[in-house]
């Protein structure tokens, strides 16, 4: 099984700044690696696939990059909506999809 | 307009069975293989089980090995869970999701979810 594992678990960012989240497999994997978002009480969201390619409808705040063991997602410049949790997701070993713990983006 | 709608939640004992199913709609559900994926209170995400478009290939986590079964019905438009022997740490809430494309995909579309609740 490929563990994702996410970092922070929390981090506190203020409004209009860039937020940068990290994911990092137990294996490498080359680009096989989505992002999503999940508000609270709403089940998650397609932000990026293929490590770095926008899913549609995505701002384009929103930026994806790494490959092999070391993920990355920003976001450029932080509105109120993006205050979420956040996972990452191999599925490189499909079907047997596995999710980082998620890492969870507060207001500073 | 893509829509998975879940259903079937609700509270069990430790022990019981119960069936989720999921109504798609907005997109050919034949042609778009399948899968549940669980999140317990204020837990991550878990992957569950796998279906592929024809229903023919099927694969599920250990945790769900020997004890659910993923189903679709094409005909209907539906995707089912028939969870058995369901334990505490079964409670959790319910997604199924749609593969963006055939086998290394993400997870393009979900549901709203339901609730399983497992306590006596």
């Known amino acids: 099984e490929i563990v994702m594992t996410q970092s922070p678990a929390t981090l506190s960012v203020s409004l209009g700044e860039r937020a940068t989240l990290s994911c990092r497999a137990s294996q490498s994997f080359g680009d096989s690696l989505a992002w999503y978002q999940q508000r609270p009480g709403q089940p998650p969201r397609l932000l990026i696939y293929g490590a770095s390619t926008r899913a549609t409808g995505v701002p384009a705040r929103f930026s994806g990059s790494g490959s092999g063991t070391e993920f990355t997602l920003t976001i450029s410049s932080l509105q109120s909506e993006d205050f979420a949790v956040y996972y990452c997701?191999?599925?490189?070993?499909?079907?047997?999809?596995?999710f980082g713990q998620g890492t969870k983006l507060d207001i500073k | 307009e893509v829509q998975l709608v879940e259903s079937g939640g609700g509270l069990v004992q430790p022990g019981e069975s119960l069936r989720l199913s999921c109504a798609a709609s907005g997109f050919t559900f034949s042609s778009y293989e399948m899968n549940w994926v669980r999140q317990a209170p204020g837990e991550g995400l878990e992957w569950i089980s796998f279906i592929s478009d024809t229903g023919k290939t099927i694969y599920y986590a250990d945790t769900a090995q020997g004890r659910f079964t993923i189903s679709r019905d094409n005909a209907k438009n539906s995707l089912y869970l028939e969870m058995n022997s369901l334990r505490a740490e079964d409670t959790a809430v319910y997604y199924c999701?749609?593969?963006?494309?055939?086998?290394?995909?993400?997870?393009?579309?979900w549901g709203q979810g339901t609730l399983v609740i497992v306590s006596s």
């Open positions: 997701q191999q599925y490189y070993d499909w079907p047997l999809y596995t």
């Open positions: 999701a749609r593969l963006a494309g055939n086998g290394w995909s993400p997870l393009d579309h």
